[in-house]
């Protein structure tokens, strides 16, 4: 079976430190994969999805970017963070056309 | 502009009816729509998919309405119970393809006993 891992589960960085979150995928092939933010008691945001290794689309122009090294990696990063960088941040993969699974997502607190 | 609406009151019923979500949405032409559950603190789970032929679709307690003509999901929970009690989130497909989803804001339901 499939399952999705996220890391680290909280965080809380000073402004300007650089950021780097962690997920991978097991149990799938060429999936598509996703990284979304919540704030507190708001909708998800979608920041990145990735179609392939080395593809990229990102959705929201901010400090973040976005990278997919290996088939089940993608990674989320900052070099400098903000304090509007706060929040909730879930991965999520997919084959085309369907449904969404989650990682059980990294709360990320910018001081 | 496009939108995709749901209540954001919270929905408070008893134990034992039946709780009916909406999911309205503006300018787009969904070929399908999605129902996730979200705990606090966890990821959205998938619950159920509808297509654009289907008017409704069942899963145990859960039914899913999809009305093109109206651009409205309706969910429902019968026999509702407190463990129902959580936020439900619809999600469709930008009109330029399938390979992401759009997610409403979701409705937060509270089932008392």
């Known amino acids: 079976s499939q399952t999705i891992h996220q890391w680290p589960a909280t965080l809380v960085q000073p402004v300007g430190s650089p950021l780097s979150l962690e997920c991978t995928v097991e149990?799938?092939?060429?999936?598509?994969l996703y990284w979304y933010r919540q704030a507190a008691g708001r909708g998800l945001q979608l920041l990145f999805y990735?179609?392939?290794?080395?593809?990229i689309s990102s959705e929201v122009p901010q400090n973040l970017s976005a990278s997919r090294p290996q088939d089940r990696q993608f990674i989320l990063s900052s070099k400098k963070l903000l304090l509007s960088d706060s929040g909730f941040y879930l991965c999520?993969?997919?084959?085309?056309?369907?449904?969404?699974?989650f990682g059980p997502g990294t709360r990320l607190t910018v001081t | 502009s496009q939108k995709i609406e749901q209540n954001s009151e919270a929905l408070n019923i008893q134990e034992g009816k039946t709780a009916t979500l909406t999911c309205n949405y503006t300018?787009?032409?969904?070929?399908?729509l999605q129902w996730y559950r979200q705990d606090p603190g966890r990821g959205p789970v998938f619950l159920l998919l509808?297509?654009?032929?289907?008017k409704e679709k069942r899963k145990e307690r859960l039914k899913v309405t999809f009305d093109t003509t109206l651009k409205q999901s309706l969910f429902h929970i019968t026999a509702s119970q407190p463990a129902d009690s959580a936020t439900y989130l619809c999600?469709?497909?930008?009109?330029?393809?399938?390979?992401?989803?759009?997610f409403g804001t979701g409705t937060r339901l509270l089932v008392s006993p």
């Open positions: 999520a993969w997919s084959l085309q056309g369907q449904e969404q699974y």
């Open positions: 149990g799938t092939s060429n999936p598509n």
């Open positions: 990735s179609v392939g290794i080395g593809q």
């Open positions: 300018n787009y032409s969904p070929a399908y």
């Open positions: 509808i297509r654009e032929n289907e």
């Open positions: 999600a469709l497909p930008p009109n330029t393809g399938f390979q992401k989803l759009v």
